[in-house]
């Protein structure tokens, strides 16, 4: 099994910074691709940010320059760096791993509010 646990979400005011990170666990390869998807209540689930294992890295167009991915393969722990959060930022952030096998697995997800 794969096992993703996010922390770091909470409140913050517009224009502030939040750091998520996602620890993986279980039957999982340091060098697959990770990422972070999104989801606001009524909404559909998002995709955010995606990181390969080799250093790609794609984001939606309305995170470009204020969201940064990262990853730790040693640690197999993927990180969101969320700069100049804006109101319509907030969502449950949920970590993103694809499986060898190309099975997509989620965590429970860490809540993002953003206001003042």
């Known amino acids: 099994q794969v096992q993703l646990v996010e922390s770091g979400g909470g409140l913050v005011q517009p224009g502030g910074s939040l750091r998520l990170s996602c620890v993986a666990s279980?039957?999982?390869?340091?060098?697959?691709?990770m990422g972070w998807d999104r989801q606001a209540p009524g909404k559909e689930r998002e995709l955010v940010a995606v990181?390969?294992?080799?250093?790609?890295?794609s984001y939606r167009n309305s995170v470009k320059g204020r969201f940064t991915i990262s990853r730790d393969n040693a640690k197999h722990t993927v990180y969101l760096q969320m700069n100049s959060l804006k109101p319509e930022d907030p969502a449950v952030y949920y970590c993103h791993y694809v499986g060898s096998t190309g099975i997509d697995y989620w965590g429970q997800g860490t809540q993002v509010t953003v206001s003042s």
């Open positions: 279980g039957s999982i390869f340091r060098l697959n691709v």
């Open positions: 990181i390969t294992g080799g250093g790609s890295i």
